[in-house]
């Protein structure tokens, strides 16, 4: 995590079973859905480029949505969702490798396998369209290097999210090589979330790199400003989960529906 930053218990719960974690029997080997493809059919018809979260719970999340996974994913797929995301970390987000594969059979949007990855063997857990590679958590002792694991998830097929927070990240993402880079804005050593991070961030990032505005976006008015500020897609998973509300009172549709029909300017 660099520095002596002090890191939410949470978290350092989350990297204490992410570094035990091993991967699979064999190695996985992917023909993607293209990521920037499904933002550029999203945009070609008149929606925002949203990837929508299965995100059962969290460490911040109030409450936990238990319903089908399947049947949520659908539903943000009908809501407009340009691509999926699917929490696959079992013990603080009820995510699996399992359920991220029920849920690319039934879709045909690309799916992201949203996890803590720190070693090559943690790639081949699940073929996904998408990988995720956290510049905070890489290059530390004990995992592995951003770059070479960069090129270890391209070898197999996978394109990759690479997510940052600071503009320091940022230069290092762009520097291993990223094409697809993610500002976060939930601050990951204290769980704070504040929408100025992408605004702050986004603008050191390069032409041609795709930005991915994560985290925080509740809002159609949230979306405005994070497209103002550069975002060629959104990561939304709380403000379509709506996790403490019961199942009965939840369109995950609707929830979907009201980001990807957000009117915008994309600068
Ligand atoms: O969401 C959390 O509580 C969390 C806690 C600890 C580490 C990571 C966490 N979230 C990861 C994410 O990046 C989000 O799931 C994703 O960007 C969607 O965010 P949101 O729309 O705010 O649910």
Same mark, same amino acid.
């Given at each position: ?13 989350? &990297?204490?079973? +992410?570094?035990?974690?091993?991967? /699979? @029997? !064999? #190695? $996985?080997? *992917?023909?993607?859905?293209? &990521?920037?493809? +499904?933002?550029?059919?999203?945009? /070609? @018809? !008149? #929606? $925002?480029? *949203? ?18 996974? *399947? ?26 490798a399992a ?61 990759v999210l ?6 320091d990240e ?98």
């Amino acid at each position: 995590m660099g520095d002596s930053e002090e890191i939410a218990p949470a978290v350092e719960s989350i &990297l204490a079973t +992410a570094r035990e974690r091993g991967g /699979a @029997d !064999g #190695r $996985v080997d *992917v023909e993607p859905r293209s &990521l920037t493809d +499904a933002f550029a059919d999203a945009e /070609a @018809d !008149g #929606r $925002v480029p *949203v990837i929508a979260e299965v995100k059962p719970t969290s460490p911040t999340a109030v409450g936990e949505r238990t319903e089908d996974p *399947v049947a949520l994913a659908e539903q943000m797929v009908e809501g407009g969702a340009a691509a999926l995301s699917v929490l696959t970390e079992p013990e603080h987000f009820g995510g699996s490798a399992a359920t991220l594969a029920r849920i690319r059979e039934a879709v045909d949007v690309p799916v992201l396998r949203k996890d803590f990855v720190l070693h090559e063997e943690q790639l081949d857990v699940v073929e996904a369209d998408v990988i995720l590679l956290i510049v905070r958590f890489l290059d530390e002792p004990g995992t592995g290097d951003l770059a070479d694991l960069l090129s270890a998830a391209r070898e197999r097929g996978f394109q990759v999210l690479v997510e940052t927070h600071t503009a320091d990240e940022l230069a290092r993402a762009v520097e291993a090589g990223a094409e697809i880079v993610g500002v976060n804005n939930r601050d990951l050593a204290k769980l704070a979330v504040d929408l100025d991070t992408f605004e702050r961030v986004a603008p050191d990032a390069p032409e041609g790199v795709t930005l991915v505005a994560e985290s925080g976006i509740q809002s159609p008015a949230d979306v405005a400003r994070m497209r103002r500020a550069g975002a060629d897609a959104l990561l939304v998973g709380s403000a379509i989960m709506d996790h403490g509300a019961p199942a009965e009172e939840t369109d995950v549709t609707a929830n979907t529906r009201r980001l990807t029909t957000a009117t915008t300017t994309h600068e």
